[in-house]
């Protein structure tokens, strides 16, 4: 079990990243009723939302709730705190603890919020929390190589190219090359620490 006090709620200038609540489903909703089509391959455009009713939701809810006690996944869903949309989510899934205090990143904003900076406040937001909240000392996205969005995003943020990882991650029915970009603390103004979670995988 994790040691980590979740959930953790941060703030920025604009938005609030927390754990989803069994009262955001309406919000949530909303927010994927209003998907744009889709506007380029990693977008995930309108989605069919026949199977988007309370019980799943409920679902979703427990799942983030027990990926974080296990310290497999921290979930937060973004929210703007002036007009209280669901504006989309950031993850920080634990790739490993021991000597290595190292994560995944990931992000969505739904597309009819793109252009507006909402991803670039959010990400930051998250990694900063993942070094004082969450005790990573590395966090990492994983990125497909012709995804031009997703890599202007995290090098508006600060974060480094790495390396390419070859037939790193497997998606529609393949080992597919995915581009490594990684944020340190001391990226970020931070001090690095000592491991302080010796939670096992």
């Avoid at 799942?63 to 705190?81: I, P, Q, T």
């Avoid at 202007?152 to 581009?179: F, K, P, T």
């Avoid at 340190?184 to 690095?192: V, Y």
Wanted: with cysteine; net charge negative; proline share 3%.
């Amino acid at each position: 079990m994790s040691a980590i006090p979740w959930p953790i709620t941060i703030e920025t200038e604009r938005l609030v990243l927390r754990s989803l609540e069994l009262s955001d489903y309406q919000a949530c909703y909303d927010a994927l009723a209003g998907h744009l089509p889709k506007q380029h391959q990693y977008d995930d455009g309108q989605v069919d939302l026949e199977e988007l009713d309370a019980d799943w939701f409920t679902d979703a809810c427990e799942l983030h709730r027990e990926s974080a006690l296990k310290d497999y996944c921290y979930n937060w869903v973004v929210f703007h705190k002036e007009a209280h949309q669901h504006l989309g989510k950031i993850d920080l899934l634990t790739i490993h603890r021991g000597v290595f205090q190292w994560a995944n990143l990931g992000y969505v904003i739904h597309n009819q919020f793109w252009r507006q900076g909402f991803g670039k406040e959010a990400v930051t937001a998250a990694i900063k929390a993942g070094f004082e909240k969450l005790h990573y000392h590395r966090v990492e996205a994983a990125i497909n190589l012709d995804n031009h969005a997703s890599i202007a995003l995290v090098e508006s943020v600060g974060m480094r190219r790495e390396c390419i990882r070859r037939r790193y991650w497997y998606e529609n029915d393949q080992w597919v090359d995915h581009l490594i970009y990684v944020a340190l603390p001391s990226d970020f103004g931070l001090s690095e620490k000592p491991p302080s979670i010796s939670v096992e995988n």
